[in-house]
């Protein structure tokens, strides 16, 4: 864990919070797409994109980083992190993950095409800044309301005229339409945003004869859809642990004070993956593969498939 | 047991136990461990005595055969980040001898121990009077590959390998993880290495592991490229051998894997180590070990590592001459 001090705090827009972090001397590098967690409560971890500084376009993005910035949309009815984090003034101490990457350009591409939505500009303008320093081939389609978008203009800066902004859905789809359709072959996309946003361009993409493999996402909506409540066993106790049908199983061991291992709660990071000793799971993560979903799952977003799962907790 | 002399005090002998298998043995890097005869591993890049006499040797085999590197051209991102780690890493464990400057992008590399003195600016391929891979395989001592992390696979996109045991980094370039090692028999490594491939790409931004491999050759060439083969496959086979303990040698490879932090590659170095049967004897636990593990290895692994002939014939020295 990193102990991190609050150097400064910016509003880029209304609802939106940018964290500027410092550590003792330079930071751990980062990936282009990564995160870190940051803790708003004892125990209580989110995640949030790392950024890069657009002013020093000289050095390597994500390099022994002197700081660390993060914007936190403010989420009203949320579990209460973005609360605490726009809270934080400069001179206040809080603990960090270090990065991790969940998120990275693919080196193959023979072009990027970005596309983001609301705060899913974090994570693209890692992405923006990396390509600008490497001279790799790139564009950037962005969904975004005037005044109410955070760092367009830190995107307008680093992709200058490979950036095209449209009002509204309804203008993203033909910028997609034209970008999906003139790009080099071995382009890959990678989309940041609300789902409905990262669910166009998949099926855009489908349609334009893109193979999966080159269709990439990071959702920043953290809440798992919720599913039919189960009964949690842990085989080393005997207990059994009751997940209602708006909670995590991971939530509802936490609830009552189970400790299990976790970071990212979207099924990304593999950090709660646990032994499963008994019962069928249905799988929402993207972690483990096949082999692994024999008998493991993720207990922060994964959930029993039928009453009951024994878990070797 | 008196102080043992600095190539046995430093060995990072392989075998903990007195048998053998085929596993990940994967341990945190940068960790000093303890041995029968001294330590090793507190540093991750090698620098011996012979120090600038391995490196030019090592320069030299390059020179002669180009083939020895291999470079994809989308690996051009992850080459410049191995070049600045292994840079950056030297200069950190020989502080004094070797330096790191940075300015910005600028950099000042000097190594006053294999004189070498360069400027070069990260990421400017014009800065540099090689490709950066071919620069920093030529600042160490270890043979250095590079491999992207890809469709939830590796993949080897880049290397600078001259000390091969018994393969070619000409040929195994582009290939997968799993393509690399299926020389290794058997479904149980199968699946050590499904495991270890999984591991590395789940490795964090700038976490970095080792792993100790070894095996026995007939002489002190670390070079057995399969490049050169036909300059060192018909001795081989002969096992025309006068003398175990001086010709004998334990060879083994340290080698660490580096998550590089800002493109995901994996970094993976191997270092040879060559140590002589008769300087395995001058330490009487590790003597024993060996010839115990030689004499229980599965039919499997004693053909994969070609001891058939040669195991049998340095466990029956190492039996006769260690003292007990």
New interface residues.
């Given amino acids: 864990m990193l102990e991190l001090r609050v150097a400064a705090v910016a509003t880029p827009c209304p609802g939106v919070r940018s964290l500027t972090l410092t550590g003792d001397g330079p930071l ?5 797409g ?1 995160n870190i967690g940051l803790e708003w409560a004892p125990g209580r971890m989110n995640t949030y994109s790392l950024t890069p500084s657009p002013d ?1 376009r ?3 993005p ?2 022994d980083p002197e700081v660390y910035r993060v914007s936190v949309a403010l989420r009203p009815d949320g579990a209460g992190g973005s609360r605490a984090l726009h809270a934080l003034a400069p001179g206040d101490r809080l603990r960090a993950t ?4 969940s998120f ?1 350009p ?3 591409a023979a072009h990027h095409v970005l596309v983001a939505g609301g705060i899913g500009v974090t994570p693209v303008l890692a992405h923006v800044a990396w390509h600008a ?2 001279g790799n081939s790139f564009e950037v389609l962005l969904v975004a309301r005037p005044a109410v978008a955070p760092h367009a203009e830190d995107l307008c800066r680093l992709a200058g005229d490979r950036l095209a902004t449209a009002p509204d859905r309804t203008a993203m789809r033909a910028l997609l339409e034209r970008a999906l359709r003139t790009a080099p072959w071995n382009s890959h996309a990678y989309t940041c945003g609300p789902p409905g946003l990262i669910a166009e361009v998949a099926v855009r993409a489908r349609e334009a004869h893109w193979v999966d ?1 080159r269709v990439h996402a990071e959702p920043f909506v953290a809440a798992a859809p919720p599913g039919e409540p189960f009964t949690a066993v842990l085989r080393r106790t005997g207990r059994q642990v009751a997940v209602g049908a708006g909670e995590s199983l991971l939530d509802a061991l936490e609830r009552v004070g189970v400790p299990a291992p976790r970071l990212c709660r979207r099924g990304v990071c ?1 950090e709660c993956v646990t032994t499963v000793a008994a019962g069928r799971v249905e799988h929402r993560d993207t972690v483990l ?1 096949d082999d692994e979903r024999e008998d493991q799952m993720a207990l922060c977003v994964s959930r029993a498939a039928g009453e009951s799962v024994e878990l070797d907790l | 047991m008196t102080a043992a002399p600095d190539d046995v005090a430093t060995y990072p002998f392989p075998l903990p136990h007195d048998t053998y298998r085929v596993s990940a043995n994967v341990e945190e890097a940068g960790v000093e461990r303890a041995t029968e005869a001294g330590s090793w591993g507190a540093r991750m890049l090698h620098a011996g005595d012979d120090h600038d006499a391995v490196v030019r040797k090592r320069r030299a085999i390059l020179d002669a055969e180009p083939r020895r590197f291999v470079a994809a051209e ?5 080459s410049w980040e191995a070049l ?1 780690w292994l840079l950056d890493r030297k200069a950190r464990e020989q502080p004094g001898t070797v330096n790191l400057e940075r300015d ?2 600028h950099h000042r590399w000097t190594d006053a121990r294999i004189g070498v003195e360069q400027e070069f600016v ?2 400017d391929d014009a800065s540099l009077p090689e490709h950066p891979l071919t620069f920093a395989g030529s600042q160490v001592e270890e043979d250095v590959v590079v491999l ?5 696979r590796l993949w080897l ?1 880049a290397g600078l390998v001259v000390h091969a045991s018994v393969w070619s980094i000409g040929f195994d370039a582009g290939m997968s993880f799993a393509e690399l090692h299926r020389p290794v028999p058997g479904e149980d490594a199968r699946r050590v290495f499904t495991t270890a491939e ?1 591991f590395l790409l ?1 490795l ?3 976490e970095a592991y080792r792993r100790l491999n070894w095996g026995l050759q007939l002489d002190d060439r670390p070079d057995l490229s399969l490049d050169t083969f036909g300059s060192w496959g018909a001795r081989r086979a002969a096992l025309d051998v006068v003398d175990p303990g001086r010709e004998v040698h334990l060879r083994t490879e340290v080698q660490h894997l580096v998550k590089l ?5 994996v970094l993976f170095l191997i270092g040879v180590r060559l140590l002589p049967l008769e300087r395995v004897a001058l330490v009487p636990a590790w003597a024993n070990r060996l010839a115990s593990v030689l004499e229980t290895l599965t039919p499997e692994t004693s053909g994969y590592k070609e001891l058939d002939d040669l195991g049998p014939l340095a466990a029956a020295w190492l039996r006769d001459h260690a003292p007990t």
């Fill in positions: 751990p590098s980062y990936p282009p990564a020093r000289d050095l390597v994500g390099l270090t990065p991790r990457s990275p693919v080196q193959t320093f490497w493999a593999g593969d | 989308h690996a051009r991102e992850a600045l910005g992008a990260l990421g992207g992390a890809r469709d939830g996109d999984r789940r964090h931004p700038g932090p800002l493109t995901g590659s």
